[in-house]
């Protein structure tokens, strides 16, 4: 039976939702375990080597092409908004990378058997929806018949080489700063579990539709030594990661400092309102993070708050301490003067390369 537009919850097609369907850092390590090297093609800048958000191609006259791709499950049951976010999403690694998107092409995965065509096309048009705000067509795609309903980008944008920014080029003593609050993943968790508060309906969709536009003023800003974009593996997974690659130590100082999109996360968690991803993602690297102890029954909540996956993140900015004047007034350019406050630093390499301090 073929479900029509009024009749469909697009979450109840997908055994996962968003951007919590990636592959745990653990098993993607292994299943990538040799098979990426520095490029021997002098043009290529950046690639999957360094755990960036995208490749870069140099084209030979001061700019470089960047290409990426992203696409998963529904994470909210409305059609075009699903559209919305997944493009959103994708569009983000172009920002993270300081880029400007200027093409996408589109990926479409869709049970033909059990969902109505014009629901596909509700998807569609919420994708081109957001390119339309990025700025680029949405110029084509390709689709197969797929199990569950899929959908997302490959997007490629232009840079200037000399403001491309990466993941892995944060300085000691730079400060962090984050563009959105954490917490869609528990969220989005919760609706499909029909938990969700009715004062919490549409402020996670509402996130995750907002573009990381910042991110390409944020790339020919000499502040920011580095940047990505905070998805699937939670906060602490991509800090990981830039700390990793930076060869740093990142430190939380206070948990109060980082934004959630609620103050009622606990309550959900207590729940069992909880991604799976969220397992995962601390299955793969919760050995790398350093949480005091005195916490007791609290670190679990922690846990559950700073590896929840996130779908369409905000931006995670390593920024120069002595030029964070100018970061801010980028921000509050972008309407973003909650997220002044940082939410933490990059010290000299510790033990871990994550500490969760008070």
């Avoid at 969902?115 to 569609?124: D, E, G, Q, R, Y």
């Amino acid at each position: 039976m073929i479900n029509t537009e009024e009749a469909i919850k697009l979450t109840q097609y997908s055994h996962g939702a968003g951007c919590g369907c990636k592959i745990a850092p653990k098993i993607l390590e292994e299943i990538l375990s040799g098979s990426f090297t520095m490029p021997d093609n002098k043009n290529l800048l950046v690639g999957n080597h360094s755990k960036d958000d995208a490749a870069v191609y140099d084209m030979g006259n001061g700019t470089a092409i960047i290409s990426t791709t992203d696409f998963f499950m529904p994470v909210v049951d409305d059609p075009f908004e699903f559209g919305r976010i997944a493009a959103a999403n994708a569009i983000s690694d172009v920002y993270a990378m300081g880029g400007k998107p200027l093409l996408a092409i589109a990926i479409l995965g869709w049970p033909v058997n059990k969902l109505s065509p014009s629901i596909a096309k509700k998807v569609i048009e919420g994708g081109k929806s957001i390119c339309a705000e990025a700025g680029m067509p949405l110029a084509g795609g390709h689709s197969i018949d797929s199990p569950e309903p899929i959908f997302g980008l490959a997007v490629n944008g232009l840079i200037d080489i000399k403001n491309i920014k990466q993941n892995n080029t944060a300085k000691a003593g730079d400060i962090l700063f984050l563009t959105k609050p954490l917490g869609v993943g528990i969220l989005t968790t919760a609706e499909k579990k029909g938990l969700l508060k009715p004062i919490h309906a549409g402020i996670a969709a509402k996130q995750m539709m907002q573009l990381n536009k910042v991110g390409e003023v944020l790339g020919k800003t000499k502040a920011v030594n580095a940047m990505t974009d905070v998805t699937g593996f939670g906060l602490l997974g991509h800090l990981t990661e830039m700390a990793e690659g930076s060869d740093l130590t990142a430190v939380i100082p206070d948990i109060s400092l980082i934004p959630f999109i609620t103050d009622d996360l606990a309550y959900y968690i207590s729940q069992q309102c909880v991604p799976g991803g969220t397992h995962r993602n601390w299955d793969s690297y919760g050995h790398k993070i350093s949480i005091n102890n005195e916490w007791g029954k609290n670190a679990e909540i922690i846990k559950c708050l700073l590896a929840d996956p996130q779908t369409s993140g905000g931006l995670l900015i390593a920024v120069d301490p002595g030029t964070v004047k100018e970061v801010e007034l980028v921000l509050k350019e972008y309407h973003l003067e909650k997220h002044l406050i940082p939410i933490g630093h990059f010290t000299e390499k510790e033990e871990s390369p994550v500490l969760v301090q008070g």
